[in-house]
Each structure stands twice: as structure tokens, then as C-alpha cells.
């Protein structure tokens, strides 16, 4: 049966990759693309097909996501070669994403998601696995849904919280680090969306004065 579903799958995302390739002269490269990803997701049963979130995971991961789902197959490609990648089938089952235990990450300690693929998740206890669902698993929505646009926005807003954060600690001192940290990186829209649904905002880490609403919020570890 998986079998099945990972040739139906593969040939959906063939498909609407070519499709969505064709007018970039990229026809080929989008079937290739999509076609792995279907491939891979089918074979491992990522797409939840009981609920819309399935096949519009699908849909979107073949198209407008397609350029991440690019990056999120060398991600596959650089897991695979580690010894220490873990990949979870039972995390990643009609999940909506690929979820590796170790594997690559941006920052140590830190999950790295990357189109529909979750790095470095360490899925070791309950409060892990509650931000793995709630926290990475709206990160792979806010890929899907701003696709190519995403990186560049999330970019943007470190370099600018970086300027910004070190003009703040010229005036205030303290941690430069904690300064810097709170405004590029916990401050960013999509980060305060995902903590603030995984019920930890203002985050432990983070500089309590410079978090959005942090004054008024209990932090939750």
C-alpha cells in the first residue's frame, strides 16, 4: 500500500512541479523536484489524506513551496549521510513533515526546519514533542503558505534586528548578546507566532523588557 501511495504521490508532485516549472523554462527541473518530494512524502506517509491539510500540504509543498522543498531535500540528502540523524517515521507519519531526532541544525540546541523537513528535533519528552507539533509544526505551514518569500523576510528582519538590537544596547549596555538576540531573533514575527502558540512567550532566553508584550505575559518553561 505505501508503495502505491508513494508512485500516486510522486506522479501528483511530478506533475504540478512540472506545471509550475514550465513558464521559468524549468519544466524538467520542477517535475524532478516535485517528483522526489512526492516520492519521498508518499513513501513515508507524511500527508495526512483524512483531513484538507493533506493534499494541500501536498499541493503547495509541489508549487509555490517548491523552491524550500528544494532546500528541504538537500536537508534529506545531508541527514542521510550522518550517523546520527535519527529520522522518526512514527513522528513523521501523516505529521505533515519529515522529523529527524539529530541530524543538522543551524544553531546548536536548536530545531531547524526547513520546508517540510524538521532537523535536530531531539523528540526526548513530552515538552518536546508539544513544540515539535505546535512550534516547528507552524513553521512548516508559514513555509508553505509565504513559500519564497518566507527566507527572505525572516532574513531581513535578523539583519534588521541586528542593527537594531546593538543600536539598543549602545544607550542600555547589559548582555550585548541578549540584546541583539531578543530583537533579531525572538522578536521576529514568525518566532513570536510559534513560541506564543507553543505557550512559552516571553521566552525564558529572551531579554523579558525588549519582547513583545513581555511585561504583561507570564513566561511559561
Given amino acids: ?20 516549472g514550465t513558464p521559468f523554462d524549468l519544466t524538467v527541473a520542477g517535475a524532478i523536484i516535485g517528483g522526489l518530494n512526492g ?8 500527508y495526512d489524506w483524512r483531513s484538507p491539510k493533506g493534499p494541500l500540504g501536498l499541493v503547495l509543498d509541489s508549487t509555490w513551496g517548491l523552491p524550500l522543498v528544494t532546500a528541504a531535500l538537500g536537508l534529506h540528502i545531508a541527514n542521510f549521510v550522518l550517523p546520527n540523524s535519527d529520522y522518526r517515521r512514527d513522528l513523521s507519519e501523516r505529521a505533515g513533515y519529515h522529523v529527524y531526532g539529530g541530524g543538522v541544525y543551524a ?20 515538552r518536546r514533542l508539544k513544540m515539535l507539533a505546535r512550534h516547528e509544526g507552524l513553521h512548516v505551514w508559514q513555509h ?9 523576510l525572516y532574513l531581513v528582519w535578523m539583519a534588521a534586528g541586528g542593527l537594531a538590537g546593538t543600536a ?28 506564543r502558540r507553543d505557550e512559552r512567550w516571553p ?5 523579558r523588557s525588549l519582547s513583545w508584550g513581555g511585561s504583561h505575559n507570564q513566561s511559561v518553561d
Fill in 39 to 46: 516520492l519521498g512524502a508518499g513513501a513515508t506517509g507524511i
Fill in 144 to 152: 508553505r503558505i509565504l513559500g519564497p518569500l518566507y527566507p527572505l
Fill in 203 to 207: 521566552h525564558p532566553s529572551a531579554d
Fill in 1 to 20: 500500500m505505501r508503495t502505491l501511495e508513494a508512485a500516486a504521490v510522486g506522479a501528483v508532485g511530478a506533475g504540478l512541479g512540472a506545471a509550475v
Fill in 168 to 195: 539598543v544596547w549602545a544607550f542600555r549596555r547589559g548582555s550585548w548578546w541578549k540584546t541583539v538576540e531578543t530583537i533579531a531573533y525572538y522578536d521576529n514575527p514568525f518566532e513570536t507566532w510559534a513560541y
Fill in 107 to 126: 544553531r546548536r540546541g536548536f530545531v531547524w526546519t526547513v520546508g517540510n523537513v524538521v532537523s535536530n528535533a531531539r523528540p526526548d519528552d513530552a
